[in-house]
């Protein structure tokens, strides 16, 4: 059973765009959710997490969207660079448990 | 701080060799877990540890072992090493108070 699934799997934005990835969870327990970036080659690293008293959370460039009745929360990475070419992995927790992760978007930013 | 770190980097391994996968952390987080990575699936679980001498099996746990002596140190130990454990597997920690996972820069393991 997939506790949070994620999507598009693949994403081509070009620079200046904005990227939206999107992940839906089942369990209301959840009261955490992170965004992780990985680039090539190395481990993957906290961008920005929400919890679910806020609807929006907004860092930089990048913000989270959370919808709680529609148990959804997405990342929208305005003025899309090619350095933010990564893959995005959304994930959620409830206290004292392990991150479950969605399946990663690969994401391509084009000059 | 060296973060957490994963060593070795790249193993190649034959059906049914064992070897140990290390992970070492110098932040003292109470918590360190065992994901494996592979093409479309994310990142799964395989054993975590909320502390020294405690241990509990994770989404995919099969087919390997885990033990916590110490708080720095959380080994992945494969038996029998299959073909369908070729994989890069990452290492992460996080303090027990709050949520963000350290992760290592990951082992890529082929098994043949």
């Known amino acids: 059973q997939q506790q949070v699934k994620q999507s598009p799997q693949s994403l081509i934005v070009q620079k200046g765009g904005i990227s939206i990835i999107n992940c839906a969870y089942e369990n209301t327990a959840f009261d955490y959710f992170p965004w992780y970036q990985q680039f090539p080659g190395k481990g993957p690293a906290l961008l920005i997490a929400?919890?679910?008293?806020?609807s929006e959370k907004k860092e930089g460039r990048f913000t989270i969207s959370f919808n709680k009745s529609a148990k959804q929360f997405s990342l929208h990475i305005m003025d899309s660079q090619p350095g933010d070419s990564a893959t995005y992995f959304c994930a959620a927790s409830y206290p004292y448990t392990p991150l479950v992760f969605g399946k990663g978007t690969r994401l391509s930013v084009i000059a | 701080n060296a973060g957490v770190t994963q060593t070795p980097k790249f193993q190649v391994l034959k059906t049914g060799q064992s070897m140990t996968l290390q992970c070492a952390q110098d932040m003292n987080h109470e918590y360190m877990s065992w994901y494996r990575q592979d093409p479309g699936m994310g990142l799964r679980l395989i054993h975590y540890s909320v502390g020294a001498g405690i241990t509990d099996q994770g989404e995919v746990p099969n087919g390997y072992n885990v033990s916590r002596s110490t708080t720095e140190d959380f080994p992945l130990r494969l038996l029998s090493a299959a073909p369908s454990q070729t994989s890069v597997y990452f290492c992460?920690?996080?303090?027990?108070?709050?949520?963000?996972?350290?992760f290592g820069p990951g082992t890529r393991l082929t098994v043949l």
């Open positions: 929400i919890r679910p008293d806020v």
């Open positions: 992460a920690s996080s303090p027990a108070d709050t949520d963000t996972q350290y």
